[in-house]
């Protein structure tokens, strides 16, 4: 096993530490197919086939990702689908490659690491180890995200949020209260709780198109321009949510102009 990240200290002291353990266990374990070739790009537990099975990797190197993030790559020696015995469906494993593997049933693995102590004290450490480079992992991609923390900030009624010309690179969520929107001095819209807005002109760099201000006290928070951008490409939700704003926005507008249109008629 190995991972791209150089931050993990206790790395290379544990993945040995699973390395021998995994030796010791299924050595004493008869294998169901040894030196048995995969073909590439192989997704180990895709097929229902491979539920009740664990792999020892012999040649070649698989991918491990969880969550769609890739933790680390297994190698000669190492144990793979632990975690997808144990039915943990955001965890993948797949390679490239063609790889070599010794085959074995889940169900016999557990039948003789039940009745022998020695083998059952060996699994338990080789789980524990498991779980400490999993969660050191885990800890430093967490810390490899940057930190986005929005100003919060109370808007009195009658105040702007936004300021139809002007140029800024925040982008705004209404939390609680509600504000109108203004072209000029005729009211377009509204805007309501959870919504976002102010995004294209802060992401283009162009003037605002209208005025934001507030009709009840309101509280928003503002994120800068890069801010929001890695908010959107680290949490999807977000792109949806400003993709259901703009559409309310837009379907506000066209009724608004419609409006407006009839009463110049």
């Known amino acids: 096993m190995y991972t791209l990240n150089p931050a993990l200290n206790d790395f290379e002291t544990l993945r040995k530490q699973q390395a021998k353990l995994v030796e010791q266990i299924f050595s004493q374990i008869p294998a169901v197919a040894r030196a048995e070739t995969l073909a590439a790009n192989r997704r180990f537990y895709e097929d229902p086939g491979d539920a009740a099975k664990l792999f020892i990797l012999r040649e070649g190197n698989v991918r491990f990702e969880r969550e769609g993030r890739l933790l680390y790559f297994l190698e000669a020696g190492d144990l793979l689908g632990v975690e997808r015995c144990w039915s943990c469906a955001a965890c993948k494993i797949w390679s490239d490659f063609a790889v070599v593997v010794d085959v074995y049933s889940w169900k016999d693995v557990c039948a003789k690491i039940s009745c022998d102590v020695e083998l059952l ?145």
């Open 121 to 265: 004290e060996s699994w338990s450490r080789y789980l524990s180890t498991l779980a400490s480079l999993n969660g050191s992992l885990l800890c430093a991609a967490l810390k490899e995200e940057r930190e986005i923390i929005p100003a919060v900030r109370k808007i009195e009624p009658g105040n702007m949020i936004i300021e139809e010309g002007t140029l800024g690179d925040e982008v705004f969520t209404l939390l609680s209260g509600s504000a109108d929107v203004f072209v000029g001095n005729t009211k377009v819209g509204e805007v309501h709780g959870d919504e976002i807005f102010g995004a294209l002109a802060a992401i283009t760099g162009t003037p605002r198109t209208a005025t934001v201000k507030a009709n009840a006290t309101c509280t928003v928070l503002a994120l800068p321009k890069h801010q929001f951008q890695e908010l959107m490409e680290t949490r999807p939700q977000t792109v949806m949510s400003l993709f259901e704003s703009m559409a309310r926005i837009i379907v506000s507008l066209n009724r608004e102009v419609v409006s407006l249109s009839k009463g110049h008629l």
